[in-house]
């Protein structure tokens, strides 16, 4: 919701009109990041940054031992475990459909 202001007396004619709901609309829209804020990236980069998202994964203790055996078998380090870990099941989960 846009809050309107208005303009203090001056005291000093403004040859300015007052805006129209159009252009108040169109401004806040811009203000907010316009209508792009939704859009997703059609091919994202498989080898880009990883600053997208970040998250917080708590572990059980019986978890956690695994997720440490498992890295250290497979010679890599336990995020990178765990990414590699998501990416095979989802390309697994997504030839399914």
């Known amino acids: ?3 309107r ?4 007396a001056s005291g000093v004619a403004s040859d300015q009109t007052q805006p129209t709901k159009e252009q ?3 401004f806040a829209s811009a ?3 316009g209508q792009n804020i939704h859009v997703k990236n059609p091919d994202p980069d498989q080898n880009a ?3 997208f998202k970040a998250m917080r994964v708590p572990f059980n203790q019986y978890e956690y031992e695994q997720l440490e055996a498992a890295s250290k078998l497979s010679g890599r380090s ?9 990416l095979k099941f989802a390309k697994e989960i997504l030839e399914e459909v």
């Open 1 to 3: 919701m846009v809050k």
């Open 49 to 51: 940054i990883r600053d």
């Open 78 to 86: 336990k995020l990178n475990f765990m990414r590699h870990a998501m």
């Open 24 to 26: 108040i609309e169109a």
């Open 31 to 33: 203000a907010d990041g």
């Open 5 to 8: 202001r208005e303009p203090k």
